[in-house]
């Protein structure tokens, strides 16, 4: 049990389609970062959540948006899909921005 | 922008053997953090180093932070089938507090 939890762990979706991903944090744990991960490669930042605030962000366009929830959960959001969005996307927890990371077993995104 | 590069990309050891991964960043850290990802699975948090010239043990795991905090190793000892993975080490990137991660080196184990 990886105490962070994430929804769905697969998901299909069209080019141009919108796509909404899910994550509980850890027990304990207030932040929340979001990475993409391509096959084969490390996982890249997407962005962190600390305080129901976007606290920093990677080189990631517009089309990526997110949000933290008063009980610390968070929602990652991917419009206008692109092919080249296929991966997998981790949710990771901590507690504080630069805690240890616990993460989820994340979503497997495909695009097609 | 920040670079944190690990040598070597892949690494196929007897079990029994030794291994050892190098992870190399561009800029200072103000600390390293290693994490094992299984195939398929998703990254493990293993530990953190925040001193210069810190060594520490895990087991068969020897982890060392350089002394420049600039670069640091993770060795394993007499690899185990169980050792099998992907090892990543990461850093905060410059003065924010988003974690980036090395390129990563898959480890392979031969019974």
């Known amino acids: 049990d990886a105490g962070v939890t994430q929804s769905p762990t697969h998901l299909i979706k069209t080019r141009g389609q919108q796509v909404t991903l899910r994550c509980s944090p850890k027990s304990g744990h207030d932040t929340v970062s979001w990475y993409q991960q391509a096959l084969g490669q490390g996982p890249q930042f997407i962005f962190q959540?600390?305080?129901?605030?976007?606290?920093q962000r990677g080189n990631f366009p517009d089309r990526f948006s997110g949000h933290q929830f008063p009980n610390y959960s968070s929602e990652l959001n991917v419009n206008a899909l692109l092919l080249g969005d296929s991966a997998l996307y981790l949710c990771?927890?901590?507690?504080?921005?630069?805690?240890?990371?616990?993460f989820g077993s994340g979503t497997r995104l495909t695009v097609v | 922008g920040q670079q944190v590069m690990q040598i070597p990309q892949y690494q196929h050891v007897q079990e029994g053997e030794d291994f050892t991964t190098y992870c190399n960043s561009s800029?200072?850290?103000?600390?390293i953090q290693w994490y094992k990802q299984r195939p398929g699975g998703h990254p493990v948090f293993l530990i953190q180093?925040?001193?210069?010239?810190e060594v520490k043990k895990q087991k068969r795991l020897t982890f060392q932070f350089g002394e420049a905090k600039k670069n640091s190793s993770l060795h394993i000892t007499a690899t185990q089938t169980t050792d099998v993975g992907t090892y990543f080490c990461a850093g905060p990137g410059g003065a924010t507090n988003k974690l980036i991660f090395g390129t990563g080196t898959l480890l392979a184990v031969q019974p």
């Open positions: 180093l925040v001193k210069s010239g």
């Open positions: 959540y600390y305080e129901e605030e976007e606290r």
């Open positions: 990771a927890s901590s507690q504080g921005p630069r805690g240890g990371y616990t």
């Open positions: 800029t200072t850290l103000s600390n």
